[in-house]
């Protein structure tokens, strides 16, 4: 989004035959001033300063400094960074594990966030949620320093989500959930246990971090693949140039060539190499690991649209993305397996994600609540009290998959073979 104004201010100065995806050019042009201000302003640090926010840990400050180059490519330099939830002292395994963890995080942070202004915030023994829990934050943290011991509840296993999966022979699986709630380790696993059962199967991701690589290592039965956006665009770019200088003009070439720098012909592109993946669920099973953003959703749900855009392109469309939609909404080929925490916006935010799958036709029965303090046997007196603040998470989490949840503890290192453990 923070792209967008800039991409079509561009666009329309460089525009010469009307060409747009989101219409005739009128329009936009009377909005290019409020573009160019909008960009003036995000840059201007007397104006804006743009907060950072990351977990000490690996993944979570990996994104952070992604997120950090793409503004400065934008001309967003103003940033600082915010590291939230750091554990204040151990005093238990558990504890020390975590305070370890941390620290090696931190010690190896990316080059790029070291340049930036950091602060940092304490992890407290509830959710920050509501004026109540704000106003406390900035005070002690309140709790029992002497805590009876949690004792780790009994949930279902990544096992039985598996089981299911296979016996129900789904062909489709994604995982979905926001970012850093370890989806793509979870997707692995669900991958290679699939693979080891004597299914073929093809692991994919849409996430431009793609962590799948890094977690991944040959194996049988398994093929990788990674969707690069900017490849995706170069290809479908020369693919229609290509067919159109077969039977058009030079000046209806031109008129196609301006439409194909538009910032909607990358949403196409990626869509179609999306649907292409997804048609290989004809012979294997396909295990998605989406991006954080919800950008994948947003295409799932524009078949007729891209139907449209490809026809006043001159292109074609594929038989791949004809039947994407309908293959997604059949739940006995296709399952959404939502990865959530035992927090309170992590649940929130993954219930909207359910309502708007719903609301695109597409069906979702398993979630996995990952990084369960309540199923350690943690005695810190801090960790305690957090972890009992994860039984109304994970009621919630029951209530909405009608039962149909699995729970992971946390795991120092949360790695396919600790999860599969």
Known sequence: MLQLPSAWSNFISESTHGASCLGQLAGL?????????????????????LLLVSRPETTPLLEAERSSLELRELGICNQLLIINGVLGEASDDISQKILDKQRTAMESMPHGLEQLKIFSLPLRSYNILGLDKIRAFFQHDAYEKVAAA???????????????????????????????????????????TLAEKGTKVHLTSTDPADHLRYVIQGAENITLSHIDEKQELLNYQNEV????????????????????????????????????????AEKEVVVIDTAPTGHTLLLLDSTQSYHKEVQRTKGETPVSVQRLLPRLRDEQQTEVVIVTLP??????????????????????KWWVANQCLSMTDTDNPMLVARAKTEKQWLEKVCEISSGNFVTIPWLQEASIANIRK
């Open 343 to 364: 927090e309170a916006t992590p649940v929130f935010e993954a219930s909207r994600l359910r309502d708007d799958l719903l609301r695109a036709g597409i069906h979702n």
């Open 150 to 192: 949690i004792k780790p509840e009994t949930y279902l296993s990544i096992g039985s989500l598996i089981e299911d999966l296979a016996r129900t022979e789904k062909k489709v699986i994604f995982t979905m959930g926001k970012g850093g709630v370890g989806k793509t380790t979870i997707a692995a696993v669900i991958a290679l």
């Open 29 to 49: 042009e009377e909005k290019k001033g409020m573009y160019k201000d909008a960009v003036s302003n995000l840059s201007d640090s007397l104006k804006t300063t």
């Open 241 to 280: 140039l290509s067919k159109a200088r077969i039977a058009m003009s030079e000046e209806d070439i031109a008129y196609i060539e301006e439409d194909l720098r538009s910032p909607c012909t990358q949403e196409i592109a990626v869509f179609r190499a999306f649907a292409e993946i997804i048609d290989k």
